[in-house]
């Protein structure tokens, strides 16, 4: 397992597919989704976690781990989004509510 940063209180490490359960449950749930179009359903979290998608581009999709409980409770990525035609570089993630608001 590659660990892609460690902080104080996170690690960040590449995706794996055997973390599907738990991604699935964050990103189908509908207030943690409340700024997209919709919750993904479970092939839409299949193909979120697409990892020769992120090879292709030079980015990573990262899992969030809290230290202290050993426990997945988000992930961050950057990807490319097209923005009026240009490509532009995009941070973005996504945590489990009871975490929101931790700094």
């Known amino acids: ?3 892609i940063l460690d902080t104080d209180h996170l ?3 590449e995706i794996v597919q055997e973390v599907f359960d738990a991604l699935y449950e ?3 749930d509908s207030e943690t989704m409340f700024f997209y179009p ?3 359903t ?3 979290v299949q193909e979120y976690i697409n990892i020769e998608r992120y090879r292709t581009i030079k980015c990573g999709l990262w899992v969030l781990i ?3 409980e050993n426990k ?3 992930d961050c990525s950057i990807t490319i989004q097209n923005i009026d035609g240009v490509d532009e570089y995009e941070i973005g993630y996504h945590l489990i509510i009871n975490y929101w608001g931790n700094g």
Do not use: F, P, V
């Open 26 to 28: 964050i990103l189908s």
């Open 66 to 68: 809290l230290k202290d």
């Open 11 to 13: 690690k960040l490490r």
């Open 42 to 44: 479970k092939s839409g």
């Open 1 to 3: 397992m590659k660990w």
């Open 72 to 74: 997945l409770i988000g």
């Open 38 to 40: 919709a919750t993904y």
